[in-house]
């Protein structure tokens, strides 16, 4: 047998049980013996420990318990409720505002989720003309004072 | 238990009455379950002076919680989870103090215990002996990690099996098995350490 799979034994082996292979390994090996050694001053240890008998509870335990509980369990129920509810929706609070942070930081500036607000936007706008456009039934049906421009082909400028 | 043990019924009756905020039937699940209470706590904590006090700790505890105890385990189990947990929490609070007196007898003292505790096995050691080897082995548990105390606490001193550790403690069979394994396996290493540093 091996030293480790007697050291698992020993420790689960009452002292007048040990079966004969660890026995036999245990003549043969000093530091088994040495462990089992330990073990048993260990166990002896804890029997003597088990056997100490434990204390009873005084006279009148429960009664000065069930006394205290009544000082105990007013302020601390009604309290310890009303801070556990609102604490809770707190905590609740915390974490929708948090992950709609975090949403706010990991989405993309465009895309399905966002709106309207941040995408660019087109407006007609009127182009802005260059030339100056003619009336469109001829200078005889406008009202205007203006002078009409000059048509430099033909040189007859004057009206 | 202080008190013939009342039938399933009614015990269930009486706690469905303290979750409703009644406060008398708790006194009778007091009387009913105080011995097993004060037994883990003075296994596990092994201060003898503290342990009435810790039991009306652990009690009020278990009446603020008993709202949250659903019948899945038996309201005893329940208890001692809550017992358990309670004394995880104090013995991390507290810290070790070294190991004296066994490690100040001579050597001859010293090696005349161990071949008796050998020789005897698990019982028969004089009453010298004995306050000796609890005075080791509650400074060896003083010693150890806050979760060997309570394993081997419940095992060796609750005489509690491996299951019922596990229902106790939430975990699986396996893993108290491992856990046990462990804390025994430190404890020797402890006492082999505390041998050759002497």
Known sequence: ?159 | MDKPTPDAGQEVDWIKRVQQGEQEPFGLLIELHQRRVFSIIYHLIRRRDDVEDIAQEIFIKAFQAIRSYNFESSFGTWLSRVSVNHCYDYLRRLRSSRVRYFWEMGDEARLQLEARAEREGEAGLNQEDQMVLKEFTTKLLERAPVEDQVVLGLKELEDLSVEEIAEIMSLKVSTVKVRLHRARKRMLKDVMRMREGR
């Open chain 1, 1 to 159: 047998m091996r030293c480790k799979d007697v050291e698992t034994i020993l420790g689960e082996a009452k002292p007048k049980s040990l079966p004969e292979p660890v026995r036999e390994h245990l003549l043969g090996c000093n530091s088994c013996r040495g462990i089992w050694r330990d073990w048993l001053l260990l166990r002896a240890g804890f029997v003597a420990l088990a056997e100490d008998p434990a204390p009873q509870a005084s006279l009148g335990f429960g009664v000065r318990l069930i006394r205290r509980l009544e000082f105990v369990q007013d302020p601390g129920s009604a309290a310890a409720e009303f801070f556990e509810r609102v604490g809770r929706r707190f905590v609740l609070a915390g974490l929708l505002l948090a992950m709609l942070f975090i949403l706010a930081l990991v989405l993309p500036s465009s895309g399905p989720l966002r709106g309207p607000a941040t995408a660019e936007v087109y407006l007609a706008q009127p182009e802005p003309s260059t030339q100056r456009e003619g009336p469109i039934l001829g200078d005889e049906f406008s009202d205007s004072n203006e002078i009409t421009p000059v048509d430099s082909t033909n040189g007859s400028g004057k009206r």
